[in-house]
């Protein structure tokens, strides 16, 4: 009997490449306020500042709508650029809409495993922004429920954000939800703590400093399949 009823996917950087997304949109916004900035050099930058923020929100400190401006006021602060940071944040979305790509072996592991699990995507994300790569890549039939924190108003790892899936779930034994994603900080401390089982997707490929421990660790999202569900037909 397979160990798991309900898998929760986190989307970026498990599912679809946010990353890569992200710089190709950052440099698309930097080209359009000055083409001598460099995108190479400052988007490390940008991007300690995007987790910075992104830290208060999952804590419940800030909203999803002054995360969308705070996070380039600081930036452009930090740097000296003279920019709107509103104007800039619509800028980069446009980016971000229009160049969704995969993470690689990302649709094989779901077409492999959609027939033998019921499937939940779980994002901290923003819904103007994530429902764009959803349809473009047509992951809604994936998926039964796909929940954006965005809409719900509550982040993960906060509790709330689990007892809402667990209500849509229809309440399971926790043992028999599996969360799969790439942050430690929310995918995997905030399934630990709700008590369901959970699979760190090492996407960046950086060792676990943080005391945080998974049920499961895996290096490519394509072993999901035969090392953590067992699926070998």
């Excluded at 965005?150 to 399971?172: M, N, R, S, T, W």
């Amino acid at each position: 009997m397979q160990q798991f009823d309900w898998l929760l996917f986190d989307l970026d950087n498990t599912i679809l490449d946010f990353g890569k997304s992200s710089k190709y949109a950052f440099k698309m916004l930097l080209q359009s306020i000055d083409p001598d900035l460099d995108s190479d050099v400052l988007y490390p930058i940008y991007n300690e500042i995007n987790h910075e923020v992104w830290d208060k929100r999952e804590a419940g400190l800030i909203c999803h709508s002054e995360l969308k401006w705070k996070r380039w006021d600081l930036f452009f602060k930090a740097k000296n650029i003279d920019s709107n940071p509103h104007i800039a944040n619509d800028v980069y979305f446009d980016g971000i809409k229009e160049y969704p790509f995969y993470v690689d072996h990302a649709l094989d592991m779901l077409e492999d495993i959609k027939p033998h699990f019921n499937l939940m995507m779980v994002t901290n994300g923003l819904s103007e922004v994530q429902w764009p790569r959803i349809k473009a890549k047509n992951l809604e039939p994936h998926f039964e429920h796909i929940i954006i924190s965005d809409e719900i108003g509550v982040a993960k790892p906060q509790p709330a954000f689990f007892d809402h899936c667990h209500d849509l779930l229809g309440k399971p034994e926790k043992d028999r939800v599996l969360v799969i994603g790439d942050t430690l900080k929310s995918d995997i401390l905030g399934g630990n703590n709700f008590g369901y089982k959970t699979c760190w997707y090492n996407y960046y490929g950086k060792e676990n400093t943080t005391g945080i421990k998974p049920d499961f660790k895996i290096d490519s999202i394509k072993d999901l399949k035969n090392d953590v569900l067992q699926i070998n037909y």
